[in-house]
């Protein structure tokens, strides 16, 4: 099992950025697929970034690609993503997962995956 703690969250004005940062611990992190799903106030869950175990492979959700970055160190435990061009939109609890995999796998969807962090807020307002 691996555990999991957001940070970086904040208050960020529209068009700036922001990087999150998702620390794993327990297991090693390397052993896990990750992504960031995030939830707005009476929405549901989205997907919005994945990466495999080696950090080879990722895939984006369709409201954030090309201006999101997802990356990790498996060396120092921790996933990143990094927003920019930032729209209130953005507005949302964000939520890094994972699930062990021995394959380079990597997965949009929150059923697969099996641990969960606490959520960082993030609010885009000027």
């Known amino acids: 099992q691996v555990q999991l703690v957001e940070s970086g969250g904040g208050l960020v004005q529209p068009g700036g950025s922001l990087r999150l940062s998702c620390a794993g611990s327990g297991q090693r992190l390397s052993d896990f697929a990750l992504g960031w799903f995030r939830r707005a106030p009476g929405k549901e869950r989205e997907f919005v970034a994945t990466i495999s175990r080696a950090g080879t492979r990722r895939e984006y959700g369709s409201s954030v690609k090309g201006r999101v970055t997802v990356s990790r160190d498996n060396a120092k435990s921790t996933m990143y993503l990094q927003m920019n061009r930032m729209t209130p939109e953005d507005t949302a609890t964000y939520y890094c997962?994972?699930?062990?995999?021995?394959?380079?796998?990597?997965?949009?969807?929150?059923?697969?995956?099996?641990?969960w962090g606490q959520g960082t807020q993030v609010t885009v307002s000027s």
């Open positions: 997962a994972a699930y062990e995999t021995v394959t380079g796998a990597l997965s949009n969807s929150d059923a697969r995956y099996t641990n």
